[in-house]
């Protein structure tokens, strides 16, 4: 991975605070934002491995972890 990659995150919130506050931190703390997940209490993006500590600093963030691509195959593939 390139020095200066980012890195597909997703960000679990605690429900402490509206997580659209939560997300404008983010963004400010670095992430690039894809997807708020109000529903779930998730938010997903991509920021610099150097700028994940301070993104589980941020009030109203229960946890940063790494996003993982999820293939279920063609339809009718499990049966």
């Known amino acids: ?8 995150l997703v960000i679990t919130m605690s429900g402490d605070r509206a997580i659209h506050d939560v997300a404008d ?5 670095g992430l690039f934002v894809d ?4 529903a779930i209490g998730s938010v997903t993006g991509s ?19 790494p996003d993982h691509s999820v293939d279920i195959g063609p339809p ?3 049966s």
């Open 1 to 8: 991975m390139a020095k200066d990659a980012k890195k597909p």
């Open 25 to 29: 931190d983010l963004r400010a703390a």
């Open 35 to 38: 997807q708020v997940l109000e």
């Open 47 to 65: 920021a610099d491995p150097k700028h994940v500590e301070r993104l589980r600093k941020i009030r109203g963030v229960a946890d940063v972890s």
């Open 76 to 78: 009718g593939a499990i």
